[in-house]
């Protein structure tokens, strides 16, 4: 039997460098060996308010986003999650076999109610860790291509895999994560202690967008932040700044880290940024013109609505095996 892969994303604004480099990449290097799913988390985005105009078009845009990518819509099913009922059912599910301490110790839960306390949390932001867990196990997966910021998550979905078995029977697939070495965390260009994100501030200097103009790109990597070692090498505590710059290199262009540094021996930071610009824009480039073609949202709905019939499938046969294991069938 084929072995299975499966990532996710929030529609939550345009996808960024960080999206491709730390988890499309990795995905769509790999689709031809699995059977592969991508699933547009929209009920992930709804755990804070979005405008339901704003959320539609992000779902569209996320799609067209992918497939520009490079993410194959006849090898990889592509899905809404709220098309596919199984995951709310078996979410609810696996919120019962988590700790109250699991889910306060999740990094994303502790930073945001660090600033309003517990009392102000979403509830929302609490549980949706659990969500996860099942959008991860309904289709059997066993690699999760993700960036760093989410191993937490499936190693959560481990965790809670491993508990179910032990009290149902051997009922839920063990996934494996998959955070590649290079590229699992691109930084904020203007300040490398923050990851980027897409649900940055769209002027954010700091955050490259897949579809940016292509001059303001290049702008935004020649005026990232740096230091004033004036050397090109890779130390991410000493200088987070250029060491970002050349995971970026080094994730797009396959080139090792000791032979960057080699090339750049003696020289200033202003031709390696040039460089690092030029490999972006040509990547940017090539997205953006795919774009054009599957920027189209009557073929996307067709994707959409085939691939929520394919996924329900593998979802249903899954919950009614937990179903059966739990004695709710
Ligand atoms: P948001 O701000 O809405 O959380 P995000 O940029 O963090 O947006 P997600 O939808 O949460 O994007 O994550 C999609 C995928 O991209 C995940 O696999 C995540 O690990 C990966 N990812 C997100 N940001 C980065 C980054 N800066 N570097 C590497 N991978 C990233
Ligand atoms: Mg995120």
Redesign the pocket.
């Known amino acids: 039997m084929n072995r299975v892969m499966l ?4 529609p ?2 345009n ?5 491709y ?4 990449k990795n995905f769509v290097d790999r689709q031809e060996s699995y059977k592969s799913y991508i699933f547009i ?1 929209d009920l ?2 709804v755990t804070s308010y979005k405008e339901p105009n704003f959320l539609k078009e992000s779902v569209y845009n996320c799609i067209a986003m992918y497939l520009a990518c490079g993410v194959d819509e006849n090898k990889t099913i592509i899905f809404k999650q709220s098309d596919v009922l199984e995951h709310g059912t078996f979410g609810f599910i696996m919120t019962f076999q988590t700790k109250m301490g699991e889910l306060s110790r999740m990094t994303q839960f502790k930073a945001k109610s660090q600033g309003c306390g517990k009392e102000g949390v979403d509830t929302g932001l609490f549980v949706y860790p659990t969500l996860m867990v099942a959008d991860i196990l309904l289709y059997n997966t066993d690699i999760v ?6 191993q937490q998550h499936v190693e959560l979905t481990r965790d809670l895999a491993e508990r179910f078995n032990k009290r149902y029977g051997n009922t839920l697939n063990m996934p494996d994560v998959y955070v590649d070495v290079i ?5 904020n260009l203007q300040n490398p202690a923050e ?6 501030d769209g002027n954010n200097k700091g955050t490259i967008f897949l579809m940016d103009d292509l001059n303001v790109a290049r702008k935004k990597i020649m005026s990232s932040v740096t230091d004033n070692y004036n050397k090109v090498h890779f130390d991410e505590d000493l200088q987070p700044g250029i060491s970002n710059l050349m995971s970026i290199l080094a994730k797009i262009t396959g080139e090792t880290f000791e032979s960057i540094e080699k090339r750049y021996e003696g020289k200033g930071y202003g031709d390696f940024k040039k460089e690092v610009a030029d490999v972006v824009c040509s990547l940017l480039e090539n997205i953006q013109e795919r774009f054009k073609k599957y920027n189209n949202k009557e073929l996307l709905d067709k994707i959409l609505f085939n691939g929520a019939n394919d996924a329900r499938i593998d979802a249903s046969e899954t919950l009614n095996r937990v179903r059966k294991s739990m004695g709710l069938n």
Not at 7 to 10: F, S
Not at 15 to 19: K, V
Not at 183 to 187: Q, S
């Open positions: 990532t996710g994303v929030r939550s604004g996808l960024t460098l960080g999206n480099l730390g988890a499309i988390a992930h985005a291509p993700v960036g760093k910021d989410q590229g699992n965390k691109i930084l990851k980027m994100n897409k649900s940055d």
